[in-house]
């Protein structure tokens, strides 16, 4: 199993912090966003050399930082982060990826550990984890048919919605291939490097079967500085 974690993203609303740290570095009570993610990953015994993070804005800061306490995680660069979104992020890391499952975060999302035992331990290869029956206007929303997931979306109504989506994924050896088919289509074809993963992610339940791993336990996407108070009250 491989992890890959997004963050070249510029976190511009979480100013003034942005201007001087990236997003992911930004601490909720003295833990790192990103430390908080890779001891998640760590701590379900997935190795520093299978996770690899995707860097951009303020790159120097984020290497010196995994290079130091992290020795053996794989760094990539985005060097176009500034015109791009977080699937041309993830397409740069399809070779490390390669013919295996692998679990996929966004750098910005906090959570508990149990998280990733249950995901890991999860049955079904195409996982996405949802907080069910919730409803939040700015998160990715998923709709259900049957038992599987059928749509995912941040424009999907409060009546349509299951619940949402909390940024983390786990794709099979299968999916993980018609993954990264449909992200060559969109990038090299229809020539848009500035979408979400989760427009890819949509179009791939049409080839391959994806179910919820409904769980409570505590998570926060820290978009904004309320965002970054709730998490310190919650954590």
Not at 62 to 81: A, M, R, T
Not at 173 to 191: P, Q, S, T
Request: with cysteine; glycine share 4%; hydrophobic share 40%.
């Amino acid at each position: 199993m491989k992890a890959v974690i997004l963050a070249a993203g510029v976190g511009s609303r979480l100013r003034p912090f942005t201007e001087i740290i990236p997003k992911c570095m930004i601490e909720v009570n003295n833990v790192k966003i990103i430390e908080k993610q890779i001891s998640n990953l760590v701590r379900n015994n997935i190795k520093l050399e299978d996770i690899v993070v995707v860097v951009g804005y303020k790159k120097e800061k984020i290497e010196k930082y995994l290079n130091e306490v992290y020795k053996g995680i794989n760094i990539i660069f985005n060097k176009d982060y500034e015109k791009t979104n977080n699937m041309y992020s993830l397409n740069l890391v399809k070779n490390f990826v390669k013919d295996e499952e692998f679990i996929l975060m966004n750098a910005d999302v906090y959570f508990e550990d149990k998280i990733i035992e249950e995901l890991i331990a999860e049955k079904h290869g195409n996982v996405i984890v949802c907080d069910d029956g919730i409803y939040i206007e700015e998160s990715m929303k998923i709709t259900k048919q049957d038992e599987k997931i059928n749509k995912i979306s941040k424009s999907i109504s409060k009546q349509d919605a299951y619940g949402v989506s909390i940024d983390v994924y786990k794709f099979s050896k299968e999916g993980n291939a018609e993954l990264f088919n449909i992200i060559h289509n969109i990038i090299y074809v229809e020539k848009n490097v500035n979408s979400w993963t989760e427009v890819a992610i949509d179009m791939l339940f049409e080839k391959q079967d994806f179910y919820s791993l409904d769980m409570k336990y505590r998570w926060v996407e820290i978009d904004n500085l309320n965002d970054l108070k709730h998490a310190e009250e919650l954590f």
